[in-house]
């Protein structure tokens, strides 16, 4: 009989009612995966969708939601090489982190080191993605403008930041509401626009002189794209 654990569940799409904590077959790493005792796992935007069957799953994703966790390496893999058991680390997954043990593709895992282990359990699915938007997509220098939209949420606020290391000179940032806009101006944001009030557009023409910013992070893009362009 495979062993069990526990695990946040759901017998069909639906709200958070559908969730609930059971029993379940422990996992069993692959040739090239080890297996994590879950000590941290967070929650995503993404989480949510696949809750209500609104996110598309890639084939190797199961039935239980959670991408990132951070935990210590119980079991190896016949192949894995990277990790010994007793190891902390943390990663990004295709599913599995809401529960007391998950597998994880060695190269997908990482060191915790220096990290606490429920800093580590919330750092990439928004960080990485934040980064790669301001860094590896955006280029930004020190010095230029950037635009945030949705800037409060998680991949938002971790733009703000990441844009203000860089020596971003002008940090535009929209959100729905004053709150959330002093939240982001204590992150470093200078400009502050309220989508439910204000034309962002309107607003960074108005302080660029016409000019715009150098680089626009937007995920929600269809209903933002003509303005941004302009």
Same mark, same amino acid.
């Given at each position: ?10 017998? +069909? ?23 994590? +005792? ?42 894995? #090489? ?102 982001? #101006? ?24 016409? #000019? ?19």
């Amino acid at each position: 009989m495979a062993l069990q654990m526990k695990a946040v569940l759901q017998d +069909k799409p639906g709200g958070v009612d559908e969730l609930y904590i059971g029993m379940t077959a422990r996992p069993q790493p692959a040739d090239n995966e080890v297996l994590v +005792k879950i000590h941290y796992f967070a929650l995503n935007r993404m989480d949510i969708l696949q809750r209500e069957g609104k996110y598309p799953l890639p084939p190797e994703a199961g039935p239980i939601l959670g991408v990132e966790m951070s935990g210590t390496i119980v079991e190896l893999g016949s192949h894995a #090489r990277r990790f010994k058991v007793g190891d902390r680390v943390f990663g990004l997954m295709y599913g599995g982190a809401y529960a007391q043990y998950a597998t994880i593709d060695e190269q997908s895992a990482l060191p915790v080191n220096s990290l606490s282990m429920d800093m580590a359990a919330s750092l990439l699915e928004c960080w990485y993605t934040a980064y790669q938007a301001v860094h590896y997509i955006g280029a930004l220098q020190n010095g230029e403008d950037i635009l945030i939209h949705a800037a409060a949420g998680g991949v938002g606020t971790a733009a703000i930041q990441l844009a203000h290391m860089a020596g971003a000179r002008r940090i535009f940032v929209t959100a729905g509401s004053s709150d959330k806009l002093e939240y982001c #101006r204590k992150l470093g944001a200078t400009h502050l626009i309220n989508y439910r009030e204000q034309k962002f557009k309107d607003v960074v023409l108005e302080e660029t002189e016409g #000019r715009g910013v150098d680089v626009v992070c937007d995920y929600l893009l269809a209903s933002y794209f003509a303005d941004n362009i302009e």
